[in-house]
């Protein structure tokens, strides 16, 4: 596998702190071993990046967080970040958070565009977002970004968290572009094989249907931490059982 999805957070990649030597210095640990950053996903759904925060200068920060992330994914070779709506204030209007979710995405959305980056925007549960939710609310926001500068993507654990189907998300059509694959239950971001998705049927039916974007895997439990390089056994051991790694992977 030649394509790495990058998390751009610390102790790796922290934006706020990443000097241009030490990214020069990536970008040559990349070379060596012969990846590309397929997409870069920055930290974002935690204090203090909000990109629909009332907060002015809150707002503002986490728009120039997006913004260097674009800067680094240009000096990686890498197409595409990674994106969300950010989250309104429960005890306040949601349009309004909307308003400004959008206003922040169209910034960085036309930021990237002068950078020859794309963003891929990601639908999170209720538990991180009261603005982008569902497939119908991915394609609400898109339609409001400037066009071609925003597709869409789908975590396969989060739609089944959220008892959303895969055809709310082939009826994005073209606007689909990314993949998070990885097993959930009973936890979340699990290995393939080590939960009880229907994986294998998920991926014909991407396959069926023309899928062509990357899928990446996310398989962050806890369960992994001391030792992640099983997790990628995992993965590797099922898509070879299961006749899923080709000249795509």
């Known amino acids: 596998m030649r394509q790495v999805e990058l998390w751009a957070a610390a102790p790796h990649l922290c934006l706020d702190t990443i000097t241009?030597?030490?990214l020069d210095q990536i970008a040559r640990e990349l070379r060596v071993r012969?990846?590309?950053?397929?997409?870069?996903?920055?930290e974002q759904c935690v204090y203090p990046v909000n990109l629909a925060a009332e907060e002015e200068e809150l707002r503002q920060y986490s728009i120039r967080n997006f913004q260097r992330a674009v800067q680094?994914?240009?000096?990686?070779?890498?197409?595409?970040v990674l994106v969300t709506a950010g989250c309104g204030y429960f005890n306040r209007s949601v349009e309004a958070a909307w308003a400004r979710s959008v206003d922040s995405l169209t910034q960085i959305a036309q930021f990237a565009r002068l950078h020859g980056v794309y963003l891929v925007l990601e639908t999170l549960t209720p538990l991180s977002s009261n603005l982008v939710n569902a497939p119908s609310q991915q394609r609400q926001m898109i339609a409001q970004l400037p066009q071609g500068s925003v597709r869409a993507m789908v975590d396969l654990g989060q739609m089944v968290f959220m008892?959303?189907?895969?055809?709310?998300?082939?009826?994005?059509?073209?606007?689909?572009?990314?993949?998070?694959?990885?097993?959930?239950?009973?936890?979340?971001?699990?290995?393939?094989?080590?939960?009880?998705?229907p994986l294998a049927d998920y991926l014909t039916r991407l396959e069926e249907w023309g899928y062509q974007g990357m899928y990446a895997l996310e398989c962050n439990d806890p369960r992994y931490r001391q030792n992640p390089a099983l997790a990628d056994r995992r993965n590797i051991a099922w898509l070879e059982a299961n006749k899923f790694l080709s000249s795509r992977s």
């Open 20 to 22: 241009a030597q030490r």
């Open 163 to 197: 008892g959303q189907a895969l055809e709310d998300y082939l009826a994005l059509g073209a606007q689909l572009d990314h993949v998070h694959l990885h097993d959930s239950h009973p936890a979340i971001h699990m290995a393939l094989g080590d939960g009880d998705l």
């Open 72 to 80: 680094v994914a240009q000096v990686l070779g890498c197409p595409k």
């Open 34 to 42: 012969n990846l590309q950053v397929c997409c870069l996903t920055p």
